[in-house]
Nanobody, 121 residues
């Protein structure tokens, strides 16, 4: 099994910045794509950004130019630097990753418990 733990959420004023971190632990043979998703009240969970094991990135249009995803493969960590935050960025942010726990096992997606980000004055 793989556990994902997010940190770094909180309350920030519009225009401010936050950096989210996600640590993966457990039985990890290999790590594939990792990413961040978010879910606002009354809305479906949606992709914020993801990054492949090779470092290729993809962002939701609403965060392009403001958010940056990065990863540390040696530490099994993924980060989300969020700048110029807006009230509409308020949501629970979830870390996700695709892992292989053993060479004989298939790739499986795992999720963290989420961290709240609130953007308000």
């Amino acid at each position: 099994q793989v556990q994902l733990v997010e940190s770094g959420g909180g309350l920030v004023q519009p225009g401010g910045s936050l950096r989210l971190s996600c640590a993966a632990s457990g039985t990890i043979f290999s790590t594939n794509t990792m990413g961040w998703y978010r879910q606002a009240p009354g809305k479906q969970r949606g992709l914020v950004a993801h990054i492949t094991s090779g470092g290729s990135t993809n962002y939701a249009d609403s965060v392009k130019g403001r958010f940056t995803i990065s990863r540390d493969n040696a530490k099994n960590m993924v980060y989300l630097q969020m700048n110029d935050l807006k009230p509409e960025d308020t949501a629970v942010y979830y870390c996700s990753g695709i892992f292989q726990t053993l060479p004989s096992r298939p790739l499986v997606a795992y999720w963290g418990q989420g961290t709240q980000v609130t953007v308000s004055s």
